[in-house]
């Protein structure tokens, strides 16, 4: 550990990494793991998955709630578990288990007028939903692993945040129209969020795409990587969240000109980008008036 010329201390990155590992945010790296590995697994039947929420009475009664909100539209309620993952769907409930699961880590944490993990996670679940989208309505693949990028792709900051309060909040303040949060990140500790969620990842023993995308993030993808088309869906949706307000208060590169170019490389038009960004708001939206927007 080293301090600043303002007497403030930072972590290599290295030691970043041991640090977050005995914090709330490494605490959850199993259950993490556990619920990636389930995401990715289509052969998880209904049995299994009804074991493991019936063992999580916290999850147990968020399904319930999620089945029986307005956004079903049910003209009857759902009382039974096995219902209730007929109804949402496979993927449906592991996804809310596991937005319940990294949603935690979101609850609390700094409050300002430029950031809080609130903020953030809004932001993250924005971006998640907006980039699983893309995939189901212009790839017409299901894109397993998208979900679970765009839910975790800023972890590095939380774990900024978290370990490098100080530090982080001198950060923030670096940053403008001219500094982004990247650069802001380099200059003060020396990496930035991107490296970390890489690293995250890696100490995590998550996938390997997962790490490559979360890494390079903020970067204009290379079509010519096996990941591209993961990278170029996380990239447009992070991109337009930011732009239209689903995100935090934070600079951040101006990138509409490489969101333009990706979109036309995959043939996305920017009226489908608008569609499906006032459908995501509308669902942020209906999240956050029935308390659902944290699990």
Same mark, same amino acid.
């Given at each position: ?15 970043? $990494? ?12 199993? *259950? *993490? ?37 307005? /956004? &079903?539209?049910?003209? %009857?309620?759902? /009382? ?24 935690? $880590?979101?609850?609390?944490? =700094?409050?300002? *007028? %430029? &950031?809080? %993990? ?12 907006? /980039?699983? =989208?893309? &995939? ?7 894109? !397993? !692993?998208?979900?679970? $990028? ?27 129209? /001219? =500094? ?6 380099? +200059?003060?500790?020396?990496? !930035? ?5 890489? %690293? ?8 390997? !795409? ?28 992070? @991109? &337009?969240? @930011? ?13 509409? +000109? ?29 999240? +956050? ?7």
């Amino acid at each position: 550990m080293t301090a600043t010329a303002n007497k403030i201390e930072k972590y290599d990155l290295n030691e970043l $990494i041991r640090t977050v590992a005995k914090t709330e945010l490494g605490s959850i790296s199993n *259950v *993490v793991n556990k619920l990636l590995s389930m995401l990715r697994d289509q052969s998880t039947n209904a049995a299994a998955l009804m074991q493991v929420i019936e063992a999580d009475p916290v999850l147990a009664a968020k399904l319930l709630r999620r089945v029986n909100s307005a /956004s &079903y539209g049910l003209n %009857r309620s759902i /009382s039974s578990i096995q219902e209730s993952i007929v109804m949402v769907g496979f993927n449906g409930v592991k996804e809310l288990a596991l937005n319940m699961k990294v949603a935690k $880590i979101f609850e609390r944490g =700094m409050q300002s *007028v %430029r &950031y809080s %993990r609130k903020a953030l996670w809004k932001h993250s679940l924005a971006v998640a939903l907006l /980039s699983k =989208m893309i &995939y189901r309505r212009e790839f017409k693949e299901r894109g !397993d !692993d998208i979900y679970s $990028i765009g839910l975790i792709h800023d972890i590095g900051i939380v774990a900024e945040e978290e370990v490098m309060p100080q530090a982080f909040s001198v950060m923030l303040d670096k940053t403008s129209s /001219s =500094m982004p949060i990247t650069a802001a990140e380099a +200059e003060t500790f020396g990496y !930035d969020h991107q490296l970390i969620g890489a %690293r995250l990842c890696t100490a995590w023993k998550l996938p390997q !795409d997962m790490t490559d995308v979360i890494g390079r993030h903020h970067s204009l993808p290379d079509a010519s990587k096996p990941t591209a088309k993961l990278s170029m869906a996380l990239f447009i949706a992070d @991109h &337009y969240c @930011h732009a239209s307000g689903l995100g935090f208060e934070y600079s951040i590169t101006k990138t509409q +000109e490489d969101a333009d170019k990706i979109c036309a490389s995959l043939n996305i038009q920017q009226k489908s980008m608008e569609v499906m960004l006032a459908d995501i708001k509308k669902e942020i939206a209906e999240l +956050e008036s029935t308390g659902g927007l944290f699990g």
